[in-house]
């Protein structure tokens, strides 16, 4: 009614995030454009960051790898123009990601390290899943890295996936004893 593009803008994304939750991918996604339609008019770095990184997530779950790399690089460029080192960290995360669901391991190993360079601008409640994440970069190329990753992160918080990447690990060590006491611990935790 008072044709306030932010507060628009921030409604579009809002209700994008609840679709998102609730696995309507497709209304997701329109709300979304439309709330980087309005972000690019208000010319707001941190809605283009928060719209373009929803963006890659979405595509990340939807299996559109080649978008959601598009989208993560995206969110570097915002983070690098503002200078922000917890964009910078979540940035370099994202598209690690999207080279790992690439299979693009080398790739997805230099963009965690760059993760790791800015890993303590990084919320501590947030911080298990970003070493997770450079952890399983470092699976099958580096299993003690992975470990040390995978460890310090449990360190913070445990989660399923951790607990199951490395449980991987041990298993393809040989030793079925940790790995079957990892899985174990990951499905007991919530």
């Excluded at 972000?39 to 939807?62: D, G, P, R, V």
């Excluded at 790739?107 to 919320?123: G, L, P, Q």
């Excluded at 449980?167 to 006491?181: P, S, T, V």
Aim: aromatic fraction near 16%.
């Amino acid at each position: 009614k008072k044709v306030d593009k932010k507060k628009l803008c921030d409604s579009y994304y809002y209700k994008a995030c609840y679709l998102i939750n609730k696995g309507e991918y497709p209304e997701a996604i329109l709300l979304l454009k439309k709330a980087e339609e309005l972000a690019s008019q208000i010319n707001s770095s941190y809605h283009q960051m928060k719209i373009a990184s929803s963006i890659a997530y979405l595509n990340e779950i939807c299996g559109n790898y080649d978008i959601q790399l598009q989208y993560a690089k995206r969110t570097l460029a915002y983070a690098l123009e503002t200078k922000k080192k917890k964009w910078m960290a979540s940035s370099y995360s994202r598209i690690s990601e999207a080279f790992l669901f690439q299979g693009k391991i080398d790739s997805a190993i230099a963009y965690a390290e760059k993760t790791n360079t800015y890993i303590n601008y990084v919320d501590q409640k947030y911080l298990p899943y970003y070493l997770n994440t450079i952890g399983y970069a470092y699976i099958n190329k580096d299993n003690y890295k992975a470990k040390s990753f995978f460890e310090k992160s449990l360190s913070y918080k445990p989660l399923t996936r951790t607990f199951e990447n490395l449980a991987y690990i041990y298993h393809q060590e040989g030793n079925e004893e940790k790995a079957y006491e990892l899985w174990k611990q990951a499905l007991l935790t919530e």
